[in-house]
T-cell receptor, first 111, second 107 residues
Framework: SQTIHQWPATLVQPVGSPLSLECTVE??????LYWYRQAAGRGLQLLFYSVGIGQISSEVPQNLSASRPQDRQFILSSKKLLLSDSGFYLC??????????FGPGTRLTVL | RKEVEQDPGPFNVPEGATVAFNCTYS??????FFWYRQDCRKEPKLLMS???SGNEDGRFTAQLNRASQYISLLIRDSKLSDSATYLCVVNEDDMRFGAGTRLTVKP
């Protein structure tokens, strides 16, 4: 069966510090991968998605970037965090018409 | 215009009530549709897919209306445990989520 891992579960970072969140998927190959952000009490905002290694589509211009160095690895990064980057970051994989399956998420607080 | 729009909610209903959520989408070429459930401070989890002919899973019924470009979720005989936020999803290569509708079922 497929599983998706995200770490860390929670993170507190100062403004201006860098960020690296990692997501890995097991049990499937060539998945579509997604990064979402959810602000408190709000819906899911699609940040990036990837249909293959090295292929990244960005949905929202901002100070975040994503990379897919391996088929089942998806990384979300920032060089300098802003207060507005606080939120619940969710990685997901999609089996095409089977819907998306989410990792447990990382709760980021930028102070 | 947002690509996926949901009823704003919140919905507060008594146990045993029937409640319906709607979700409209803008891309007529969309092929796959889903409903998710998200509990407080947890990741969303797939509730059910939405098929063209409509589909049912116990107390939950999902329907798709391609002509009017909306999907719906009907919950019958609601339980306290149904309290959650319900999100609709429209899929091309990028999974587009609605903002979610919060449901609270009260005793």
């Amino acid at each position: 069966s497929q599983t998706i891992h995200q770490w860390p579960a929670t993170l507190v970072q100062p403004v201006g510090s860098p960020l690296s969140l990692e997501c890995t998927v097991e049990g499937t190959s060539n998945p579509n991968l997604y990064w979402y952000r959810q602000a408190a009490g709000r819906g899911l905002q699609l940040l990036f998605y990837s249909v293959g290694i090295g292929q990244i589509s960005s949905e929202v211009p901002q100070n975040l970037s994503a990379s897919r160095p391996q088929d089942r690895q998806f990384i979300l990064s920032s060089k300098k965090l802003l207060l507005s980057d606080s939120g619940f970051y969710l990685c997901a994989w999609s089996g095409r018409d089977r819907g998306s399956f989410f990792g447990p998420g990382t709760r980021l607080t930028v102070l | 215009r947002k690509e996926v729009e949901q009823d704003p909610g919140p919905f507060n209903v008594p146990e045993g009530a029937t409640v319906a959520f709607n979700c409209t989408y803008s891309n007529s070429a969309s092929q796959s549709f889903f409903w998710y459930r998200q509990d407080c401070r947890k990741e969303p989890k797939l509730l059910m897919s939405v098929y063209s002919s409509g589909n049912e899973d116990g107390r939950f019924t999902a329907q798709l209306n391609r002509a009017s470009q909306y999907i719906s979720l009907l919950i019958r005989d609601s339980k306290l445990s149904d309290s959650a936020t319900y999100l609709c999803v429209v899929n091309e290569d990028d999974m587009r989520f609605g903002a979610g509708t919060r449901l609270t079922v009260k005793p």
